[in-house]
């Protein structure tokens, strides 16, 4: 992703491109170009001042008050609560979300049947939507004069609600990641194995799943960060219930709102902890993935 | 041994197989032979179960396959680019057929060691694909094929994406193996030297239509259309006969129903001689003319010879 560009702007590119490459920025001699200085410099600046600089604040802000404090307001109950449900609804969300991706996309590109196209469509509408948008039209169908407002399992104002909107928000991350991995890798790999005697589950588990195994992981990191962050659509969803329904996200909120700035801040920076970590792992994940071409070796 | 009866194949309004009747015996190797576009992969494909006709009946082994999967035809079927498995080493890649038929662990040790030895790839066994080359791959394709022990084998432009050296040396190594083997084998290829050298016998298809069967010298001496004539060889044509450029005599004195002609143009193609002529009764004409006897003719550009077709194409 970005971190890889980022690294080859550098002008030290692991050799992969040849040394022409590692010299884009670079005069003869071997000195940044000025331009290229400048460019470095606003880039850093922009990172430094959108980024670095609001999450240092925050971490200020929720450690000044003493670690005590700190300490106190993560381990309250409702803070447990929430830290419980929001992990569970991002990890419950994160493997459905991978496993329905994976269906979908299988459909979008392998099967002949209908619809294929309007489904690829479909799966944006989750990113284009807003999540409040998405969490209204939950409570429609399952709210008290929803559609679906009698079932025998309760999905409005409860976690399972919190979990089915997490679930709606993330659809789209696994499956626009398998989709186009798929697509390049052609189905003659399958169809070698159904040749080979395998039936199309064997197929699928022995040879399409294994080259997909990065394209799936990518996935699901970014499905979880997601999932943590997720605001809009679990708010509308949840009703808010303190210690039931109220994730991180909403925690935070609401504490901002009783003047418990500390706590707020102390929530926050546990959010913000558990974004910086799942960044992290999205970075390793995405220098691993070495793109399309890898399994073939060039043909 | 396969039996393939009037085969179509539509994709929206294109055609890509028109009623196509094929016959191949157990143990031939049928090259299907044409240009891009012909039908030839599609024809193969039907055969393997990877495509499913419109029309017609496919037979293996007497079984009617039209509509069964290709795990249930007994097939073997070699991809153009190979379609390796590249999460797998050589020797699994080889193994596969076997693993998913739950072979035992010894009979599958034995077979994949056989092939690999067959194969020449015995050193490799433990290297992934990308680590090979283009005919190392191809190889360790024919071997895993070949390790489920298939009633037939099929090959899709084996060799289109090698260079000519390792084309040439793995042409010779597949008809010995073919021999020793003696799978029915149908191959496609767009090469007609490669038809001709490896095929017992050639189906050639244009636009979807098969054209002709028959043996390479029956497709040379004796094409029926003249799409064939012309894909099989060259043709020169001299006055109202059509001839191969070779089988065309160059004499230095007039004869009986021979006509003459000027030389217009020498080039020196190593092996032969190409002499291009202008008619005496008008039109051009190509003729091909080994060295030796060049040697003896002794034509320089201007000098008049006279021509003499005895063996005639039939089509005109």
Redesign the interface.
Known sequence: MTAGATLAADGRTPGRHGPRAAAVGRTRRGRSSVGAIVLRALVLGYLAVLVVLPLAFVAWQALAPGLDRFVRSLTAPEALAALRLTLIAAGVATVVCSVLGTVVALYVVRSRLPGRRFAEALLDVPLAVSPVVGGLALLALFGREGWFADLPIRVAFTPLGVVVATVFICTPYTAREVIPVLRTLGA??E?????????PL?AFW??TL??LKLALVHGAVLSLARALGEFGAVSVISGNLVGQTQTLTLLVQQRYENFDLAGAYAAALLLAAAAVATLVLLLRTARDRPGAA?????? | MIELSGVSVRYGAVTALERVDLAVEAGELVALLGPSGSGKSTLLRVVAGLELPDEGTVAIDGRDVTYAPPQQRGIGFVFQHYAPFPHLTVWENVAFGLRVRRTPRDQVRRRVERLLAMVGLSKFADRRPHQLSGGQRQRMALARALAIEPRVLLLDEPFSALDAHVCRKLRAWLRELHDELGATTLMVTHDRAEAMELADRIAVLNDGRLEQVGSPSELYDAPRTAFVRDFVGDSTRVGELVARPDEVDVLEAPADGATEAMVTRIADLGPHIRIELALAGGGECEVRVPRRRYRELDLRQGDIAWLRVDTPLAVA
């Open positions: 003659e790999r169809q070698a194995a159904l040749t080979l005697g395998a039936s064997q022995r040879v294994p080259a890898e399994g073939e070796g060039g043909e």
